[in-house]
């Protein structure tokens, strides 16, 4: 797959993101590591779990303190990457 190509699907991805709502956000961003083969560790289920919740997919990554932080993160580093390095118009 081609950068374009790549920068193409994350576009679409995080367009059709904002159409759901928070649970559909969820499974739509799972469904789409899964099938791209992205990561999402979440940490040991111990009570003093050191570990952030991190996610990786589509050559973007984001961690945050949990999951429903991940997500924001990683949706905020998708669209600084996607939309604010888009070319102007002219």
Known sequence: MSLDALHNRLA???TNLECLDTAGQRDALV???????GRYD???ET??????FEISLHGVSASGRDEADAFRAWKRAARAVTFESAPAEA
């Open 12 to 14: 679409a991805f995080l």
């Open 31 to 37: 469904s789409e590591i899964v099938e791209t083969g």
């Open 42 to 44: 979440a940490p040991p």
């Open 47 to 52: 009570p003093h779990a050191l570990h952030l």
